[in-house]
């Protein structure tokens, strides 16, 4: 049976109580957290910035945090979010003209790298710089808002990554991130899917370990 890794994101949690529900998702069977940036620019929201990030650091969140940067321009916050303590940095390569230089940053940094890739964004990077990536992030739905339909031209996408994983022969994990729920997660795993980053149908649940347990049990339900 392969891996599943379900990823809540923080950007559907309650922010006036952050550390509990961090810890809460975390106790209750969540494997990673997804750290939201949003900037007003790039997308049209706003959320927290690498103090946040700070803050849940140095409280009791030892938890993996993969930071996901809505937000250009780039080189600033990555420093910024390295130092703050990220174990992952994902950013849009359209958000830079230096996708190369700045996965080197985050190597060196000793962190993990990640790209994301909106529902219409191209693929073409990928190749360049395939062996410095270390998780791919494909969008489910246009970046900017939690609770979102899921596109479903999103699955053949996700195909198509997968087998440029396989055929690399790197260790690259695979995200989803957007519109995933109880209904499609199965669809989505079986189409190659490693990591599932799930807001709304987390976080509006009442019971997180029930919920988590049957978005498991639905993502393992492939055969
Ligand atoms: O980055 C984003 C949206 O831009 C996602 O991480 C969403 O926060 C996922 O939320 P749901 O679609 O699961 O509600």
Known sequence: MKKILLAPSILSANFSNLEKEIIDVMSSGADLIHFDVMDNHYVPNLTFGSMVLKSLRKSNITSRIDVHLMARPLENLIHDFLKAGADSIFFHPECTDHI???LNIIKEYGCQTGLVFNPATSLC??????????NIVLMGVNPGFGGQSFID???GKIRKVRSIIENSKLKILLHIDGGVNLKNIADISRAGSDVFIVGSVVFESKN????????????NNIY
């Open 100 to 102: 190369d230089k700045i």
């Open 208 to 219: 997180y370990f029930s919920i988590l347990k049957k978005l498991r049990e639905q993502a």
């Open 153 to 155: 031209s999103t699955l």
């Open 125 to 134: 990077c990928l190749e360049h710089v395939i062996d410095k990536v270390d």
